[in-house]
């Protein structure tokens, strides 16, 4: 004898659900990380950065070099290394440690390109 009446199956509407939460909370991250302009040190100067073999780079023409803990971000904040970017012209903001080697490299993407920034040669 059933005392209980049979449970109503929901799981379909349930896993529909769930989908579509976990769908909309996976692309958030993603908007937001595209929508995202970075603060810059005012020090920062622009530059067109080609790495040539690490650590020696070219910036505007000029050679420089690498300092050994220099961190290069690219346009997700995310950090890369020298050696994947060999012979890419990129457009950067760049700081230089005391000794005159360049220390930090943000790779601008075209909404922080636009910006204007001040250059070593100005």
Request: glycine letters at 4%; aromatic letters at 4%.
């Amino acid at each position: 004898m059933n005392r209980c009446p049979p449970p109503v199956p929901r799981a379909p509407r349930r896993t529909a659900l769930l989908t579509l939460a976990l769908l909309a909370f996976s692309l958030s991250p993603t908007v937001q990380a595209q929508t995202l302009i970075r603060q810059f040190p005012a020090k920062a100067l622009r530059g067109k950065l080609i790495v040539q073999q690490p650590p020696w780079v070219t910036i505007d023409g000029k050679t420089a070099q690498l300092s050994p803990g220099s961190r290069i971000r690219n346009t997700n904040n995310t950090l890369v290394l020298s050696a994947s970017l060999v012979g890419q012209e990129l457009t950067v903001n760049y700081l230089r440690d005391g000794m005159g080697l360049v220390h930090e490299v943000w790779i601008l993407n075209a909404v922080e390109a636009s910006e204007k920034r001040p250059t070593a040669a100005e």
